[in-house]
């Protein structure tokens, strides 16, 4: 029986983060990943060898913003290890049906520029919108990185300019019920208080709905942030897709002594005396844990079909049905599709520049489209009348993803998990069927052609991957790729649950990170190196709270030096 300091179920990249920041305090680490490679969500493949060879596809994830809000790049050296960002410029681009189209570059006054050719007023504004939002998104993001009941922590990833920032927006007085307004309203709400013209508002409303709500889903406002993210700290891709960031965390966690196995589907995580001591994969094969198990699936998953139920039980009586009936999952999740081109996409009615093909492609003719193709998936209906879709060409920033003078094209289509009616038939008992599948990417092809005439026939191959597929191969509960919804109420201390918001778990040395965990789902590392903080605290709390604790003064001393 092999025996290890730490075992983490799942190698996507932040169980492959927590496993770096362990492996360098000393720890020995072993990874055990379900599928064939590591990187969960973060996995970039040759789907169609055959009928495409040399065409590489980011699975899932695509667009990175959020980890350049944390240290994990910088404090892990990844560019060490083979990672390189490549920054998009234009960043967005939505044409509209009347032949409008926003166009957002990386420079906001660039992109005023664009919005003052359709509505100046719409313009001035959309600088200062940009401006309230990232005040309060770097006012906020010490946050983020810290486990959010470790307020030493927290206090010190403050500066003073994140403190500035923050008291900018907070401020005192009526300024403060303000934002707590602006923070229980919707997205649309925002957005309508802000801008007149619907082909500014459409793509804002489509953006915020990324995470994975309608735009009028009140207590979201805060997903208008997206936007402004992508102007500071800007949007990026890594050289070579998306799994090229889990190769250069595969590779440091190697280099230290790290170990990642493949095809091992944990089935059971052992508990003696309530204390986890290690797990049981397919095939009954046991690795043990000496200090500590760490899940990087959700807690679900992990509490209500990976540990006994006595065992939960036993840590508290509670905790299984509180899972079962507070962790909310909308049904909201993706149908994706895949295409090899012969030649880049070419919106002929919109002022064609290949340069628009850099960043997203957003079809978002209106807000009431964004919200029917957010609003009807949690019903259980296709939203496929008049699909509104997010769409990336990597290959215009990145030609290394396919064969010369050919590229990829990535559509992400929100579509139901399970399907109204169909309930108990089809694939996992979704409804989805390969039929089905396919005739819902046939209308949403049709949509996009309407705009870029030339995709039909530039198609050399395609491959679309139901909701219930997607869910499969990523673990994911009702495909939820997010773990549980990025609602206000499971965020922060509340993510998952209150009693499991610190990666802490009632059972002993039992941990969880990933989306499920603050601050939740996308590509930043963070639930990962904020789990891994808490693990060795664990480990040894007094000698690590007292650096912490200099750590911190430290850090705000000199931050207050280096600008007086």
Known sequence: MQSYDVVIIGAGHNGLTCAAYLLKAGYSVLLLEKRPIPGGGATTEELMPDEAPGFMFNRCAIDHEFIHLGPVVEELELTKYGLEYLYCDPVVFCPHPDGKYFLAHASVEKTCAEIAQFSPRDAQKYAEFVDFWQRLLYGIIPIFNAPPKSIIDIVGNYDVPKLKNLLSVVGFSNKTLDLFRTMLSSAEDNLNEWFDSEFLKAPLARLASELGAPPSNKNMAIGAIMMAMRHNPGMARPKGGTGALTEALLNLVQSLGGKVLTDQSVQQVLIDDGRAVGVRVEGGTEYRATRGVISNIDAKRLFLQMVDSSDVDSADPELRDRLERRIINNNETILKIDCALSEPLRFEHHNHRDEYLIGSVLIADSVKQVELAHSEPGIGRIPDADPSMYIVQPTMLDPTMAPPGCHTLWIEFFAPYKIEGLEGTGQQGTGWTEELKNKVADRVLDKLADYAPNLKQAIIARQVESPAELGDRLGAYNG?????????????????????????????????????????????????????RAFLKS???????IKDVQSSFKSTVDSVFKRS
């Open 539 to 545: 480990q040894q709390p007094l000698a690590q709270v």
């Open 480 to 532: 939820n790729y997010y773990h549980i919804d990025m609602t206000l109420e499971q965020m922060i201390l509340f993510r998952p649950l209150p009693e499991l918001a610190n990666y802490e778990t009632p059972i002993a040395n039992l941990y969880l990170t990933g989306a499920g965990t603050h601050p939740g789902g996308s590509i930043s590392g963070m639930p990962g190196r904020n789990c891994a």
